[in-house]
């Protein structure tokens, strides 16, 4: 089977990753990147796309949903309950007043084309559920802190952990947004180095595949122990 896809993009640099599974199918993680772009790489691997999942619902993570979705109309999308209201009608809207409430609505100007286009997102197809199993192959993880809906996806047999915004490369996810909570979030990030340290990490945002055990001493030194 393939290895995992990684392209950056979008207004913050968000990283967008296709997933291989079994009979040459996949999945795509947190859409930010141009839609075609996707799509290009998705075609050149072979690979037929089934299901977009996010790992939250910040903006960001999901740049180019509405217009991969319009690609690929079959794929179920799927996101946790807690964050559910970032997708559906008037979604934009409220991506737009968090922006504000949280003294971000200058992202509003890189953003502005998007939200004149599509007023509203996709719904979600089904919830990411804590302990639920995807495509026989990886494990949900609710990881709430970065906001309520936060999930990590786990696949034990392949040791590699899609993280979102939870955890970075010697770093974690910003907890002063709708929804952060640090205790929370120091609680997930505990949870995800009990996971065997060379377990390799695609988080959300900058470098990827590196192992728990490049990150921990960073964390916990900066964070876990605060």
Known sequence: MKDIFCLTGGVLGTNTYIVPLANNECFVVDPAVDAERIAEKIASAGLRLTAILLTHGHYDHMESLQELFLLYPQAKIAIHSEDAK???????????????????????????????????????????????????????????????????????????????????????????????????LQTSLKRLFDLPSETKVFPGHEQYGFSLAETNASVTRGFLTI
């Not at 559906?88 to 939200?115: I, M, W």
């Not at 993880?141 to 490369?169: A, M, V």
Request: charged fraction near 25%.
């Open 86 to 184: 970032s997708l559906g009608k008037d979604a934009l809207l409220r991506h737009y007043a968090e922006f504000a409430s949280t003294g971000l609505v200058q992202l509003y100007a890189a953003f502005q084309g998007d939200f004149e286009k599509k007023p509203h997102l996709p719904e979600a197809d089904f919830f990411l559920k804590e302990g639920e199993v995807f495509e026989n192959e990886w494990l949900v993880l609710h990881t709430p802190g970065h906001t309520r809906g936060c999930i990590c996806l786990y696949n034990e047999k392949k040791k590699q952990l899609l993280s979102g915004d939870t955890l970075f490369y010697m770093g974690w996810g910003r907890t002063d947004l709708e929804g952060g909570d640090q205790r929370a």
